[in-house]
């Protein structure tokens, strides 16, 4: 069963505005974060951003903050006034407790127009 | 003041060749991990090190093998690559396998089987 969806494949966004990439997350473990990490082209993945299950409030991190509705089990990614350099691919992550694993969406393909 | 590195960054082998890639990291971290990416997907993790204690993961294939000879060093041994198994290899670390430990990653390695 998939358990993290990202529904939008491709999004496209001027530079200078704010974007929002979504995901939704699925799990019965109370205790769990999310991640969401950026791959440009050259390959790595570059964390951006983590959201614990117990934190009361959105994180932030410069530029980027995510929208934390833990009864909607959504996280989604702001990326507010994008750069030409924000054109990546984006994934959100999840991880249980006590479990290793990173667990990945597909993916959102973000290109930042001039 | 590179984090996790990864050499090569590029390599290719001959159908049946065995290759080893490998991972370093200067972040003391107790967890090492090995994901495939192939294009357009997520990565896949297919095991991790908890210090010495060594994790496969239910699909990975016997191809797939790993080495951790010390914290620092971790490699993955591929015995007779197909030309399925070219993708971008990952490697991360974490501190800890808990649910608030960010997992940072390597610049990857891009493997090409001829």
């Known amino acids: 069963a998939q358990k993290i969806t990202q529904t939008q494949p491709g999004m496209f966004v001027q530079e200078k505005e704010a974007v929002t990439l979504d995901c939704t997350y699925d799990?019965?473990?109370?205790?769990?974060?999310l991640f969401w990490y950026k791959q440009p082209s050259s390959g790595e993945m570059i964390f951006l951003i983590y959201q614990g299950s117990y934190d009361q409030q959105n994180a932030t991190e410069g530029r980027y903050s995510l929208n934390f509705q833990k009864a909607r089990k959504s996280a989604n990614l702001v990326i507010s006034a994008s750069q030409l350099g924000d054109s990546a691919m984006y994934f959100c992550a999840m991880r249980e407790y006590q479990k290793g694993k990173l667990i990945f969406g597909q993916g959102t393909e973000l290109s930042v127009k001039p | 003041d590179a984090m996790v590195i990864q050499n090569p960054r590029y390599q290719v082998t001959q159908f049946g060749k065995p290759v080893t890639l490998s991972c370093s990291q200067t972040?003391?971290?107790?967890?090492m991990y090995w994901y495939q990416q192939k294009s357009s997907q997520a990565p896949k993790l297919l095991f991790h090190y908890y210090d010495k204690d060594f994790n496969n993961e239910a699909d990975t294939p016997d191809n797939f093998q790993s080495r951790r000879p010390n914290t620092s060093f971790c490699f993955l041994d591929i015995r007779s690559p197909g030309l399925g198994d070219a993708a971008m290899y990952l490697c991360?670390?974490?501190?800890?396998?808990?649910?608030?430990?960010?997992?940072?990653f390597g610049p990857g390695t891009r493997l090409t089987v001829l």
């Open positions: 991360a670390t974490s501190r800890e396998q808990g649910s608030t430990d960010t997992q940072y």
């Open positions: 799990t019965s473990d109370p205790s769990y974060g």
């Open positions: 972040l003391n971290h107790n967890v």
